[in-house]
């Protein structure tokens, strides 16, 4: 099971930062993931961490805004978002893949999935 939280209402320029935290066989999966999708929009990768944590990837909208790390001591992702803009309105997805990384993975190629958590940021 893969657990989302942190999501909240923000204004432009905030920061907020999700968690994912992994149980059961997700725990052991190697890359994980954010997934967001906005209202009337398709699902979009944000970011990804290898499973050792060492390699991170980023989509060109959040590169320099959004921080993605984990713990593999505590199971959990996070996602740190600083200056946020009214376009990362969106529902957030923690997800989890078995197989490596070299690229963002698009949302379709992870196996495992939790529940999303609302980020609204107001202009």
């Known amino acids: 099971q893969l657990q989302a939280s942190g999501g909240g209402s923000v204004q432009a320029g905030g920061s907020l930062r999700l968690s994912c935290a992994a149980s059961?066989?997700?725990?052991?999966?190697?890359?994980m993931g954010w997934i967001r999708q906005a209202p009337g929009k398709e699902r979009e990768s944000v970011a990804a961490?290898?499973?050792?944590?060492?390699?991170?990837f980023y989509a060109d909208s959040v590169k320099g805004r959004f921080t993605i790390s984990r713990s593999n001591a505590r199971n959990t992702v996070y996602l740190e978002m600083n200056n946020l803009k009214p376009e990362d309105t969106a529902i957030y997805y923690c997800?989890?893949?078995?197989?490596?990384?070299?690229?963002?993975?698009?949302?379709?190629?992870?196996?495992?999935w939790g529940q999303g958590t609302l980020v609204t940021v107001s202009s």
């Open positions: 997800a989890a893949r078995t197989n490596r990384v070299v690229v963002l993975p698009p949302p379709e190629a992870y196996g495992y």
């Open positions: 059961g066989s997700t725990s052991s999966n190697g890359a």
């Open positions: 961490v290898n499973r050792s944590g060492g390699r991170l």
